[in-house]
């Protein structure tokens, strides 16, 4: 296996942890969560970030019981052995990887193109330009090892951060109380629908778990990294959604929900404040595919070596792995030819799924990893629900994407039995699974 000379430590994996989550998620889907529960998106944040805690709590305790750069896939492994049920979710997992990515991508190139005003009016080609141009930046950047990808999280979260921190304590103070009064929430059921987007915007935490072999005592940094990321995303979720509501009307927020955040910071700042805002957005979205381009290395490396991908995933490539290129070149692909905002839906979902498979899973290794069994059922039982969830509101609001999901299953699943029968002989051969007692 190929291995880093330097290491992920504390405020790193923080940072990357923050840097996938602050992404396209707040800035692209902050619009269309409040399309479905208005003024009251601070409290789905809420939820989201509340489910988040509880994957965070039990992912953490497995990271540091296992700790391996395949992250998820690994804990799959441990849980359920490597058969075709684990390199099925491995894949399914794998591919949503890359449609978020995608997705993240074709938002940087969206944002990227608005400043070109008539220019961009004149050809979408643009949008594509930025989107392949961010993509292969940070492919570059992560060939050049870990340590560079740790420096550009801490580089980029912090500005971001600081950005984001500004307005929402600025929005706050000019807050307009009767914008976000009880009154003006819809159904309690709306603001639950919503959970489908809102938890999209915290899913970003399990890169965490990918710097594992990266870390110096993951046993001790990957637990305390993956809850204090997600309870400063948390925050400052909570925080913009309450700046931007009490600001604006929501049917001004919905109108406006591709640069929801950036329509915020008028009434406070003006048009400096827009550019500021839009700006950040960039560097928020290229910071996310920084992050998850790393996590999705290590995963596809750990796929290549159980045999769930061909092993051209798993072989150097100057600091990294093939697989870098390989997903680097699918993601670019996605987010030219496709029309990503169904697709999300179903990433999260998918993830959703994972998580509580996974979690189901760690009941399993209870005495391995000494995490308290009623928090992990607890993670498992809010991810269940927060997916059903999901599919509800997708399936009364565009039944076509059940049916997406489904056939995203069975291409996994086909996927799966293709390349077992090419790796069979290397499978055959594998040496059996041990568990940590």
């Avoid at 992920?8 to 942890?17: K, L, P």
């Amino acid at each position: 296996m190929h291995t880093s000379k330097k290491s992920i430590d504390f405020w790193s994996a923080v940072s990357m942890g923050i840097g996938a989550m602050v992404g396209a998620g707040i800035f692209a889907l902050l619009g269309e969560a409040s399309s479905i529960s208005g003024s009251a998106v601070y409290i789905s944040f809420i939820i989201g970030g509340i489910i988040a805690l509880f994957s965070g709590y039990s992912l953490g305790k497995l990271g540091a019981t296992y700790p391996s750069s395949g992250g998820i896939i690994e804990y799959l492994s441990q849980s359920y052995g490597t058969g075709m049920f684990t390199g099925t979710m491995g894949i399914m997992m794998y591919f949503s990887a890359v449609v978020s990515l995608s997705l993240i991508a074709k938002a940087f190139g969206n944002y990227a193109a608005t400043f070109l005003a008539s220019t961009y009016h004149a050809s979408v080609l643009w949008n594509h330009m930025f989107s392949i141009g961010i993509v292969t930046l940070f492919v570059l950047i992560n060939l050049c090892g870990t340590s560079d990808v740790a420096i550009w999280e801490k580089i980029t979260v912090g500005i971001k951060f600081l950005v984001l921190t500004i307005l929402s304590v600025s929005g706050l103070l000019y807050i307009q109380p009767e914008l976000i009064a009880p009154q003006t929430y819809p159904p309690t059921t709306s603001i639950l629908f919503s959970l489908s987007i809102t938890f999209f915007a915290f899913e970003g935490f399990r890169v965490i778990s990918n710097t594992a072999e990266d870390m110096p005592d993951p046993s001790k940094t990957l637990p305390k990294a993956m809850i204090t990321s997600i309870l400063l995303v948390m925050l400052l979720y909570v925080a913009i959604a309450l700046a931007v509501f009490g600001n604006l009307p929501s049917a001004h927020i919905i109108a406006s929900k591709d640069f929801a955040l950036a329509e915020a910071a008028l009434p406070v700042f003006g048009k400096i404040g827009f550019t500021v805002v839009a700006i950040t957005a960039l560097i928020a979205t290229a910071s996310a595919i920084n992050a998850n381009l790393y996590a999705v290395t290590n995963v596809t490396y750990k796929l290549a070596k159980d045999g769930e991908l061909p092993t051209v995933f798993m072989k150097p490539i100057a600091h990294s792995r093939e697989g870098l290129v390989i997903s680097g070149l699918l993601i670019i692909i996605l987010s030219v030819l496709f029309d990503l905002s169904e697709i999300a839906s179903i990433g999260s979902i998918t993830i959703l799924f994972i998580h509580g498979i996974t979690h189901i899973g760690h009941l399993t290794l209870l005495n391995a990893t000494k995490a308290s069994k009623y928090l992990v059922l607890l993670a498992a039982l809010s991810s269940f629900i927060a997916m059903s969830l999901a599919l509800i509101y997708v399936a009364k609001e565009n039944q076509g994407i059940i049916v997406v999901l489904g056939g995203f299953l069975l291409t996994s699943l086909l996927c799966e039995i293709m390349l077992r029968k090419i790796n069979r002989k290397k499978i055959t051969h594998r040496v059996p699974r041990v568990h940590l007692r």
